[in-house]
Structures are given as C-alpha cells and as structure tokens.
C-alpha cells in the first residue's frame, strides 16, 4: 500500500497505482478529488476498496493513521499537505511504525530562527519521524551549480542528517529552499543503496521556445503566450499535450509553457 496525503490530482497515487500498489489517498480540495476519482476511473482503477480517497477537515482525516487505518504494511508514505505535515505524523502516528520509507515535507521559511526551536512544526516532524525508527536524509546538490528549487536538485543525492534533532533541522534549514525529509530503514529498505544502484533510463527533454515540437524527444516544452493556453490533457498520436503556468519566486514572474510529452516516456520515468 502506497499512502499519498496531500494527493492534489492523484500524480503520485496513480504511479503507485500503475505499479500494482493499492492506495489511499488523502486531499482536502474538492475539486482536485474530484478529478482523482476521474483519472482513477480512466486508467482502470476503478476498485474504490483498492484505491481508497478521503475528503475533509486538516488533520483529524488527514493523519497518517486514520488514512491507513487497517493497512497492516505501508511501502511508502508521501506526506504535503501545505502546513499540516506535523499533525498529520504526530496524531496517533503508530502508523509510521509499519511504514517501510517515507516523504514529509518539511515546512519552513529560510531564515526563520524559529523553525529549530523545540516545538516548531520542522522538529515535530523530524521527532516523529526518528522515533518511529526511521533514517533520515535530505536531497543535497552533488556539486556546486545552479541552486535548488524547492525538491528539484541538479545532480541531486540523498545525504543522512545528524543525530541530534537540532544539528539535523538546522542542517536542513542551511540547504535553503530544499525542505524534503526521506526516511527509510536500512540494510532492508534502504533508500540510498536503491538510488545508487539505479541505472534506469532517464527521460530527454528539450526546452523550445520557437515552436518546434520534435516528436522524438522524451518531453517538449514549449513557451506558448497566456492568451494560448488551455486547460486539460489532450491526446495527439502517441503523445499527451497540456500548458502549465510556472511562477518564477525570484523574478516574480509567470510564464506559460505547452509540454508534449510521449506515452512510452511516461511508462519509463514512472519507475
């Protein structure tokens, strides 16, 4: 069982799903639950005791337990839920006990000397997570380059935090705007040896601002005018198009951008 909070419109749940994983997944928007359940039902899973959604108030429906009631393994926990990470694995958090590796995003603000502090919602999560016997680790850049956007890492690679809960949140806290929380439980589950020896293909992108779709790229995104863009999936051949809006923090700036994306690219990355 693949537990996702925070599912938003199912991009996780339904990997897992594709994987032979049951799942239970857990958003509070309406509307994005309602196009879970759409995505669920066109790709055959369709078993609603197999791929569980819930709907509701943050936290009490939203915790770890109460998604997973009854589920006696969870291979992987992926918990974001925009600030209510901490409740969600700390209300009655036996959960995590039986979970074999886990997501958590952690909540912060760079720069914030508050976020270290006994307490905050960064050290409630770190504590759950470690008592529940988890190693934990942050996604590091390998080498010096350009810097990291939220979980996104050029050459990226996972590096343990240190045992003292404090030393680990304010290791944490100095990568900036990467506030990611891996937990796994090696030698058996052990998230660092799996990335290590990993040696799947990694999908091409081409970014193309004049037009050019090159159908032989993995994925092609394009930038298209606001006036251009529109909502939905399309499907053309043997490739799926859609805009997305990307908000550039720093410049503070909104782009609109088209992706085609091959069919057979999304079965590969989906590993």
Same mark, same amino acid.
């Given at each position: ?20 994983? /049951? %799942? ?9 639950? !309602? #196009?879970? +359940?759409?995505?669920?039902? $066109?790709?055959? &899973? ?86 529940a016997g988890f190693r934990l680790s ?9 810097? /990291? %956007? ?9 590096? !343990? #935090?240190? +045992?003292?809960?404090?030393? $680990?949140?304010? &290791? ?48 092609v995104l394009t930038k ?48």
């Amino acid at each position: 069982v693949v537990a996702d909070l925070g599912s938003h419109v199912g991009y996780f749940t339904l990997l897992a799903a594709a994987h032979g994983c /049951a %799942t239970r997944s857990a958003e509070i928007d309406a509307d994005f639950v !309602a #196009l879970l +359940g759409l995505a669920l039902r $066109a790709n055959g &899973f369709d078993d609603a005791a197999r791929h569980r959604v819930f709907t509701g108030a943050v936290p009490a429906e939203h915790s770890l337990d109460a998604v997973a009631a009854g589920v006696r393994q969870i291979l992987y926990a992926k918990v974001d839920l925009e600030g209510y990470e901490a409740a969600a694995v700390s209300t009655n958090a036996s959960a995590l006990n039986r979970t074999s590796f886990a997501y958590v995003e952690c909540p912060f603000v760079a720069g914030d000397e508050r976020i270290c502090q006994t307490g905050s919602k960064c050290m409630t999560i770190l504590g759950s997570l470690r008592r529940a016997g988890f190693r934990l680790s942050a996604l590091v850049a390998a080498s010096k380059g350009p810097g /990291a %956007t939220g979980g996104f890492v050029p050459h990226g690679r996972l590096r !343990a #935090l240190p +045992g003292d809960l404090h030393e $680990a949140c304010l &290791f944490l806290q100095s990568l900036g705007n990467v506030n990611d929380l891996y937990g796994d439980r090696p030698p058996v589950h052990d998230l660092h040896g799996i990335l290590a020896a990993d040696d799947s293909p990694v999908a091409a992108v081409a970014v193309d601002e004049l037009g050019d779709t090159r159908p032989d790229e993995d994925y092609v995104l394009t930038k298209i005018a606001p006036a251009d863009a529109r909502e939905g999936v399309r499907v053309v051949g043997d490739a799926f198009i859609f805009d997305v809006q990307v908000y550039n923090q720093d410049t503070r700036q909104t782009t609109h951008w088209r992706i085609h994306a091959l069919r057979a690219a999304f079965r590969e990355t989906m590993v």
